[in-house]
């Protein structure tokens, strides 16, 4: 049921959706697709590009560098959108590599235009999740150019457990993560092997275990005031238009 996904879970947190409008984005559901992990759905610099709505499964979004190196910009969760820019801007700016397989519904530029004049509420809750996207974008940025390593992977681990408990697959007890130790690395610009050992530091302090796929919070309060984690900029609190 379409009220109970993810992307209606997630848009729900800004505008209490009505039946005229879940119905529109019913419409949206009729291209569904799978991908197998490590099969980029989008290659950047790619254009004419459809979007994609991420309706189970993990993936990452990234930018390679000439010589090869590759920065992961943030992490995609079940209700996210994939592609966004790319069909906006007609050329991507990043590729988009499946973390795990994944099932997504493709969207083409003009059913998503033709949902926005149908429903304008759910373009603005849409432009209310790119503009929260791009919030998280800047938390990251802060991360990386001023928190320390310990922090930056508190922070991380918080906020990933934050937006998965919008959309029902996590809670302040934990979340399953299939997040490797090179995945995180290339997110939060560490080595494989100082992600290691900040992992283990976070553990030893009983404050999260991360460990065969699964994050612990042992210790919520204590992690969340170690790394200064105050989501509202997240914008989680409840639907602003009813």
């Not at 019913?26 to 309706?55: E, N, P």
């Not at 801007?89 to 235009?113: A, C, G, K």
Request: hydrophobic share 45%; proline share 3%; net charge negative.
């Amino acid at each position: 049921m379409i009220e109970n996904s993810p992307l209606v879970r997630k848009l729900g947190a800004f505008v209490a959706l009505s039946d005229s409008e879940l119905s529109v984005l019913t419409s949206l559901h009729k291209r569904r697709r799978t991908f197998v992990a490590g099969r980029d759905l989008v290659l950047q610099g790619q254009s004419d590009q459809a979007a994609y709505i991420l309706a189970s499964g993990w993936a990452s979004s990234y930018k390679l560098l000439e010589d090869g190196q590759r920065q992961i910009v943030d992490f995609q969760i079940p209700g996210d959108f994939l592609g966004l820019r790319s069909v906006l801007l007609n050329v991507s700016d990043h590729s988009i590599e499946p973390v795990t397989d994944i099932e997504v519904t493709e969207i083409h530029v003009d059913d998503l235009l033709g949902a926005f004049s149908q429903t304008p509420r759910l373009a603005t809750a849409v432009l209310w999740a790119a503009s929260r996207d791009e919030a998280m974008v800047v938390e990251h940025l802060v991360s990386i150019g001023r928190r320390d390593a310990a922090e930056r992977m508190a922070h991380f681990l918080l906020e990933l457990g934050a937006r998965l408990a919008l959309v029902g697959l996590g809670s302040k007890d934990g979340y399953a993560c299939p997040l490797t130790q090179y995945l995180l690395a290339d997110a939060l610009g560490l080595s494989a092997v100082h992600v290691n050992r900040v992992l283990r530091q976070l553990r030893e302090a009983g404050m999260v275990t991360f460990r065969d796929g699964s994050v612990v919070f042992d210790d919520y309060d204590q992690l969340a005031n170690f790394a200064q984690f105050e989501p509202s900029y997240m914008d989680q609190r409840g639907p602003l238009l009813q």
